[in-house]
């Protein structure tokens, strides 16, 4: 695979070293601990310091702040091999580009030397606060308020589902800032940093799969913020917000390639050696039409993913379109793939003693989060809409 796919694509020569070292980790490292992560659900603090160790935590930080300057399809590389070998663990890499990202696109030269280094590094984690119990695909339905006194903000409100709130040392929340602004102006990003006085987290949610993520619940009350701990300007939240799934986007479509790459090769090698009707599973046509349907998918939602991030990097003016195709096609092709590899291995597939059960239910949060599957299509159809918009329209 890794000969067809170098050429395929024309990675670099350091995309292919990242990619090859990347793979060594997640087989012989990470592999080792997916079905204990998953069982136990404890965050997994020794793959996060394994990554920082190898700096794939700072990948896709500027090296002016102790980053490796990776573009994003060297990121998405890194996160689609962790996630072929255990999506929880590919979320700390994915994570830490999510909540970092308003900070390195919106922020001031002060917040991105005082926060970045020790996030480059590992040092620290960040979360990503967007979501509420009321708004979830409609961001403008926030209710969490920042409320601006003299040289601070008090913020007040609460945040749902935030991957690694719990544990992150920083967060970037999304609260509104003026409530009779117009529909996409009411936001404002800020980060706050844990210990902040009447910031917590909450309950910690019980998950269909990825159970080694901690998704949790944020409270704020009353929390005072300095006013230079805002992002961007007042009113900017939700363009930053937007901003950031674009780039960030690709990166859960990765996982998702990772993952379907992961279930393939698992389900691949199982129709080698079970023996049915006398001869290996994999002789037998409709298992065959299985499996090739299953690469295709694959190799199909890959292609759509390096496109993205490559069209993302250029600075495409579609770029928002390119990220929520890849994201939709890749998400959807993760969720068939390892459901069939389920198929594929029968009766054993519905069993724990074999990774594509849980391969199979991880791979349904990348329908779901970063945006649903049907808000990628209203994004897509919008941008292709604007297209054929008579002018003046
Ligand atoms: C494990 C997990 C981790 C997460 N991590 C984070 C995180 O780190 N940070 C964060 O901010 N959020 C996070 N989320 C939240 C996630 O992004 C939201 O769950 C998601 O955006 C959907 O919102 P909702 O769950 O409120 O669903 P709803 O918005 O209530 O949607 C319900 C259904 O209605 C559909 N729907 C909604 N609006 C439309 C529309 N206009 N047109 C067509 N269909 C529509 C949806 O597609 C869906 O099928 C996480 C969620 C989960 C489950």
Same mark, same amino acid.
């Given at each position: ?12 020569? +350091?995309?292919?070293? @990242? ?14 601990? $997916? ?27 500027? +090296? ?32 830490? +580009? ?7 696109? $919106? ?75 117009? !529909?996409? !102006? ?38 005072? @913020? ?73 190799? $199909? ?14 600075? $495409? ?10 994201? @939709? ?23 724990? +003693? ?6 199979? !239910? ?14 990628? !299509? ?16």
């Amino acid at each position: 695979m890794t000969t067809s796919t170098t050429a395929a694509y024309r990675l670099t020569e +350091e995309q292919v070293l @990242l990619r090859e070292t990347v793979r060594a980790l997640a087989e012989e490292r990470i592999a080792p601990r $997916a079905a204990e992560i998953d069982r136990s659900g404890d965050f997994p603090w020794d793959i996060k310091e394994l990554l920082a160790a190898h700096d794939v935590l700072g990948l896709g930080f500027p +090296e002016a702040h102790g980053g490796v300057g990776g573009d994003l399809l060297t990121v998405c590389l890194a996160i689609e091999e962790i996630a072929r070998a255990c999506v929880t663990s590919s979320l700390i890499l994915a994570v830490q +580009e999510l909540g970092s990202l308003p900070i390195r696109l $919106a922020g001031s030269d002060d917040q991105r030397a005082r926060w970045l280094p020790d996030l480059a590094a590992g040092r620290s984690l960040i979360a990503f606060a967007l979501t509420e119990a009321g708004a979830g695909s409609d961001p403008a339905a926030t209710r969490t308020r920042a409320t601006r006194d003299g040289a601070e903000y008090v913020l007040d409100g609460s945040k749902r589902f935030i991957t690694h709130g719990g544990i992150a040392d920083l967060v970037t929340v999304f609260a509104v800032t003026d409530p009779d602004a117009t !529909r996409h !102006r009411t936001l404002s990003c800020f980060v706050v940093e844990r210990g902040t006085p009447g910031f917590s987290a909450g309950r910690l949610e019980h998950k269909m799969g990825i159970r080694g993520s901690p998704t949790a619940e944020l409270l704020f009350d009353g929390v005072r @913020l300095p006013a230079e701990n805002r992002v961007g300007d007042e009113g900017e939240g939700f363009a930053i917000a937007m901003r950031t799934f674009e780039r960030s986007r690709p990166g859960i479509a990765a996982q998702a390639v990772g993952l379907a790459q992961g279930a393939l090769d698992v389900a691949a090698r199982y129709a080698s050696e079970r023996l049915q009707f006398g001869k290996p599973i994999g002789e037998l046509q409709m298992v065959q039409a299985l499996l090739a349907d299953m690469d295709a998918a694959t190799e $199909a939602a890959r292609a759509l993913t390096y496109a993205a991030c490559r069209a993302v990097d250029a600075g $495409a003016a579609d770029a928002g379109r390119w990220a929520a195709v890849a994201k @939709l096609v890749a998400g959807d092709a993760a969720m068939r793939v390892t459901t069939d590899a389920v198929q594929v291995l029968g009766g054993y597939g519905f069993l724990e +003693e074999f990774p594509v059960e849980r391969m199979m !239910r991880d791979a349904k949060i990348t329908q779901l989060y970063e945006g649903t599957q049907q808000i990628q !299509r209203l994004v897509v159809a919008r941008s292709l809409l604007r297209r054929f918009r008579p002018p003046g329209g």
